[in-house]
Structures are given as structure tokens and as C-alpha cells.
């Protein structure tokens, strides 16, 4: 059975890091792309980054994230991370990682939900002082 395990959400403070991991079983991550999408309270589900598979491209959507989220995989681990580093407050939202049935990434978030046919169930990161 296919399924995605996103963990690593929290609460930190300003400036600080966390690190969500995308645990996959039932599949092997190097055969897709994955992406992270997110959630703010009162908003709408944008898509944050994503891993291509055929050629390991990596892209990010949302401007304020540039910069300060890395997304990378460990195929060994069947394990795709978000590195998130000078967290904000506008980053609190719930975190989800999900495949693409795709092995490439979009080149605009716009089009991130398209083609995705599994998602993880999200973590929650709050960033608050």
C-alpha cells in the first residue's frame, strides 16, 4: 500500500530551523516527483517546493521561501526532506508532501496540484515566540 509520512513539524520560535522529512513506502520516491504544499490558517493550500526524479531539478514557489527552504531527497532512506531555516510567522501553516504521478515538477506552483494521486496526511509547523 502506497502511502507518505510526513513528520518533523513543531513549534519554534522566529529565526529558528526545523527539518520535515517525507517517509514513502509502497513506492520508490526516485520514480516520482514530490512536492511540499502548505496550508495557512484562512488560506488556501499553495504549493512550496518539489523534487523532479528524472533529472533531480529542484524548484521552489513561493518567493518568501527562496533562499530559506532546501528540498532534497535520500533515496536510500525512501525519504524526500525540507530543510526550513529563518522561520517566519507567515510560514505556520500545515506542511504536506505528495506525489506527482509525473517524474517532473512543474515549472509554476499554480500547477503543483495537477497530477498529484497521493498525499501524506501533513504536520503542523507553527512559528510563534
Known amino acids: 500500500q502506497l502511502q507518505l509520512v510526513e513528520s518533523g513539524g513543531g513549534l519554534v520560535q522566529p529565526g529558528g530551523s526545523l527539518r520535515l522529512s517525507c517517509a514513502a513506502s509502497g513506492f520508490s520516491l526516485d520514480s516520482a516527483a514530490i512536492g511540499w504544499f502548505r496550508r495557512a490558517p484562512g488560506k488556501e493550500r499553495e504549493g512550496v517546493s518539489c523534487?523532479?526524479?528524472?533529472?533531480?531539478?529542484?524548484?521552489y514557489y513561493v518567493d518568501s521561501v527562496k533562499g530559506r527552504f532546501t528540498i532534497s531527497r535520500d533515496n536510500a532512506k525512501n525519504t524526500v526532506y525540507l530543510q526550513m531555516n529563518d522561520l517566519k510567522p507567515e510560514d505556520t501553516a500545515v506542511y504536506y508532501c505528495?506525489?506527482?504521478?509525473?517524474?517532473?515538477?512543474?515549472?509554476?506552483?499554480?500547477?503543483?496540484?495537477?497530477?498529484?494521486?497521493?498525499w501524506g496526511e501533513g504536520t503542523l509547523v507553527t512559528v510563534s515566540s
Open positions: 523534487i523532479s526524479s528524472n533529472d533531480g531539478r529542484t524548484y
Open positions: 505528495a506525489k506527482r504521478r509525473q517524474n517532473y515538477c512543474p515549472v509554476y506552483g499554480s500547477s503543483m496540484g495537477v497530477g498529484v494521486d497521493y
